[in-house]
Every structure is written in C-alpha cells, then in structure tokens.
C-alpha cells in the first residue's frame, strides 16, 4: 500500500468496501473474498497470489488465475463444452487422464492442477451454491478419456449431480446438425452485483471477457446451443443410458 502511495481509506473508497474492512487485511489471515482481491491487486498494481498467497497454494496456471477468482465469486455460471466434462463437474479420475494425456505436463505438475479443479468444485457445495447450468455435446459422452473404468465413474457422477437442485446438466443430441456453439467452448457467468462476464480458452491460454458487447455476443450463442440440447430430465437419461456402455 506504501508503494501504491495508498492508505487504508483511499484503498477503501477505490475498492468500494468500508475502511474497517480493508484495516483486517493488515493481519494475518484476513483474506477478502476474490472478486476484492482482483480489485485491490488492481490498485496496488500487484498479482493478487503476491498479496495473499495462501488461495493460490492449488498452483492454478498463472493465466487461469483471475477466471478461478471470479468463479468462486459468482453467483452463477453457465458453461458451454463440445469436446469435454466441464472442470466443475469432472472427477479426479477423468481430470488426471484429460491433464496426463500427451506427456506435455510433468505428473507433479498433474496432480497440482487437478488438486486446484477439484479445490474449484467446492462452489457446488457451499450454503449459497453456485447456479451452474451446463450444455455438452453427447460426443463428451461417448469418447474414451482414459481407461473405461474413467469414463463410467464420470457420467455415473455427472448424472448424479444433475440431479441437484442447483445443477442442470443438458446434452446436445449426436444427430443434431452442425451449430453456432461448436466454434468453441465458453463459459458465461453473473458476479453477485449483476456484472456478467465471460471466460474463452484455445491451446495456449484462457482469457477473463469483460467487454459488454463480446459478453452479449457470447450469451446470443448461449441461447442458440440451449436450443439444441435435450432437456434435462431426457439429458439425463442419455447419460445413464451411455454410462451402462462403459462398464
């Protein structure tokens, strides 16, 4: 804060919080929620995991970071896959086999990255859950990631979850036609003031979407793969009925 040229109160007023609540930083254990540490990393003009490690300790990708943030944040979420199990809902198992594939990580490297995912899937399980609405295609279903002992213990938990009240799990059919979702995966999702923000990943990197206009763009798609997906009762029965092929 001395570097920054910040005091206590004008860290406050920048960050919109009360100065008290910014004073309980200053000790030892007084970690803000993430959407705060974003904001005051922003103002210091420092990384957040350098200001408060400790939520970093799951090592996620440096660059996935700020999308982890937010997640734990939201209030929220509705994610788009054509090729995988989204990270919220994927099983240990499945994670290491989808990380391990192609020997392009180290396995220390492995079994850091699926400690932060499965750390991330805590947002499921809190007293105010996480909204999570999901659409995949049924080729996620149906590939082999990993042994087939994977792949049944994966849909046998997806189609558990999907029966949680806070949870929609909604399958596009294989004979769908092509459509406008399968340009890519994205994720949208609803901060608790109403903010909308999107997530996009490719091979190297993922990005945070802020600009209203691509957030807009992105929900237009959202709509579009909805449309195409089964609803959820017949979803999951689809995954129950592929998960009895794995076994």
């Known amino acids: 804060m ?4 910040e005091t206590v109160e004008s860290l406050a007023e920048k960050v919109r919080i009360h100065p008290k609540t ?6 030892a254990g007084h970690i803000p929620h993430p959407r705060t540490r974003i904001a005051v990393a922003r103002v210091l003009r420092r990384d957040a995991a350098d200001l408060w490690p400790e939520p970093f300790r799951r090592r996620d990708l440096p660059w996935f970071r ?3 943030e937010l997640e734990q944040d ?7 896959q054509p090729l995988l199990v989204p990270g919220l809902l994927q099983t240990e198992g499945y994670a290491r086999a989808v990380l391990g594939t192609g020997g392009l990580l180290a396995p220390s490297e492995v079994d850091l990255i699926v400690a932060g995912r499965l750390e991330r899937q805590s947002v499921l399980g809190r007293d105010a ?3 999570l609405v999901t659409v995949i295609d049924e080729v ?3 590939r082999l990631v990993g042994e087939r002992a994977v792949m049944s213990g994966q849909l046998a938990h997806l189609a558990a979850v999907a029966e949680w009240e806070h949870v929609q799990v909604r399958v596009i059919p294989a004979e769908s036609p092509w459509h406008t979702g399968l340009a890519g ?4 999702g609803r901060l608790p003031d109403g903010t909308e923000l999107a997530y ?7 990005q945070v979407v802020t600009d209203p206009v691509d957030v807009a763009s992105l929900g237009r798609r959202w709509e579009s793969v909805t449309g195409e997906a089964l609803p959820q009762r017949l979803s999951i029965e689809l995954i129950r009925e592929v998960a009895t092929t794995w076994t």
């Not at 001395?2 to 040229?5: F, I, V, Y």
């Not at 910014?22 to 000790?27: E, K, P, T």
């Not at 995966?185 to 949208?188: C, K, S, T």
């Open 2 to 5: 001395a570097e920054a040229g």
């Open 22 to 27: 910014a004073g309980r930083w200053l000790a």
């Open 66 to 68: 700020p999308w982890a």
């Open 74 to 80: 939201a209030v929220s979420i509705r994610s788009y």
């Open 129 to 131: 859950p996480l909204q």
């Open 140 to 142: 996620v279903l149906r």
């Open 185 to 188: 995966p994205f994720v949208l």
């Open 200 to 206: 996009l990943d490719n091979q190297l990197r993922g």
